[in-house]
């Protein structure tokens, strides 16, 4: 079975950090480009950051804060993100753009 699945969201503070994880099974992190979106409540989904083999890319909001990253002996792909800020809340979900697969989405919400 070809799946995305995320985990590690929740409610955090603001200024506080949380560690998104992606695992995927029948199919490999390792090739393409692989990255994170997010979809706040009324706003059109947008692209946080991506990585393919050893570049990244980050949204300008997002940039110095988050750091995404994979481990392809895991087959699992990471999003660390630091100095949350109330703006970062939102539905995040992993994304496997040359598969075309994306997971079911994590929420996280940071609190003023």
């Known amino acids: 079975q070809v799946r995305l699945v995320e985990s590690g969201g929740g409610l955090v503070q603001a200024g506080g950090s949380l560690r998104l994880s992606c695992a995927a099974s029948?199919?490999?992190?390792?090739?393409?480009?692989v990255g994170w979106y997010r979809q706040a409540p009324g706003k059109q989904r947008e692209l946080v950051a991506t990585?393919?083999?050893?570049?990244?890319n980050y949204a300008d909001s997002v940039k110095g804060r988050f750091t995404i990253s994979r481990d392809n002996a895991k087959n699992t792909m990471y999003l660390q993100m630091n100095s949350l800020i109330p703006e970062d809340t939102a539905v995040y979900y992993c994304?496997?753009?040359?598969?075309?697969?994306w997971g079911q989405g994590t929420e996280v919400t940071v609190s003023s």
């Open positions: 994304n496997h753009r040359t598969f075309g697969l």
């Open positions: 990585i393919t083999s050893g570049n990244t």
């Open positions: 029948g199919v490999i992190f390792a090739i393409g480009t």
